[in-house]
């Protein structure tokens, strides 16, 4: 086979919309795939198919929930690539690539998987339409932690290194990465469940999931949940909770980030307190019931805190390496900047320092493909070891397990299916 050629990044992508995957033939993918990288492609498919076949069985708002948060999540990423603020991390090069190779096929699958797993659950609680985003968007959260601090150290991505919006962190995973799923998430829900309440809020049930008035209704709803929800998560919830008081007052962003939690977790207990009886788990429902209307949920949770678990007692990161786009090396002295949504523009380095920078990946690579050097957007990382394995593992397991008692609490001891919703 002749020489591999690789896709150059350009910023005005968006006009030139490269759908072509770029397929690797299998024994360069396993060559530069490690263990984890190829387990995790695997586990997003098999999540992927469990969440949309239970999806598809259920109906109504529960299938438009699976479609519309895959259009989120494409949305989003195309977003983050065509806008120059937001185009501050870069995905690990996947089995298959689109958008000009910033977009690995498995990401596409990654946002409805996180999110109809987390409304399934939340949906039990019979919380009203407009408090139940809210409980929506800590389950989601719940799902991502350990998988983004174990993520950036496996380098299945990386962040810009002085990015003013990314500068705050912990185990170098920005404090804001919470703050958007968080926000999304719930813009993501009440858009959804607005628009169906206006427009296709059934009169009665199907399955699990409310049936539509007219498939039209349906598919305007699932478009603007998908087309909406960042830009307006980025105002209504972003630009008060985070860019006024970070950028204005220079509020840490971890203090920010746990005010909006706080705030999101009272939310969802004021609903969870005025649901009903409704919501609790029936004493008449058998254990045997109550595992086969959650088959395929806690499959797909038992996938992947099974996943989250074999990566962290197995990995060694330092044995990694990752080929592909990554932040633009270059002069340490050049310095950009990043206009905010308050029309601030915050200082920022132009380019990845070679000589300066605090990422958890080495540049200098033994045996490097494509070696670091300057001008380069396309070159090899190589991972670097735990700091403190012991405080990775707490940090992880403890997530881990906190994720599954919530979900089991939200999955056997509520209420046994999915109903209307009350507005109030």
Known sequence: ??????????????????????????????????CSHVQREHTHTHTHTHTHTTAL??????????????????????????????????????????????????????YPCFYYTGYAAVSRLKLSLFLEPFAFAISVVLLDVPYDILGVKMLWWTWHDTDPNLYDRTYYVPWTSYMFHLTFASTFLLILNTSRALLTYGEGEKGEGATSRGGCAGF???????CLSMPLAVLSQMLPAYNFPHDVYGVHTEVLLWMLLGTYILLAWIGERTSGSEARSSGSESASSRRHRNTEICVALMVYYVFIGTVLLLARPESYSSTGLHQTLGNCSVIGHTTNVLGQKLPKQAFLCASSYDEPFSLLCANA????????????????????????????????????????????????????????
């Open 57 to 110: 069985r259920s109906g109504g708002r529960f299938s438009q929930l699976w479609c519309a948060a895959l259009l989120h999540g494409l949305v989003t990423e195309l977003l983050s690539y065509t806008l120059p603020d937001v185009d501050n991390f870069w995905h690990f090069r996947g089995m298959a690539m689109l958008f000009n190779g910033r977009l690995p096929l498995y990401i596409t699958i990654l």
């Open 220 to 226: 305007v709803s699932v478009v603007l949940a998908g």
């Open 1 to 34: 086979m002749g020489k591999k050629t690789h896709p150059v990044h350009t910023s005005n992508a968006f006009p030139q919309l490269m759908w072509s995957c770029h397929e690797h033939i299998l024994t360069r993918v396993h060559a530069q795939h490690t």
């Open 369 to 424: 493909t494509h070696p670091a050097t300057g001008g380069a957007s396309y070159y090899t990382i190589c991972g670097t070891s735990f700091p403190n394995i012991a405080e990775y593992k707490c940090i992880i397991i403890a997530a881990c397990t906190l994720g599954a008692v919530v979900y089991y609490q939200l999955l056997f001891r509520s209420g046994m299916k999915a109903q209307k919703q009350k507005k109030n």
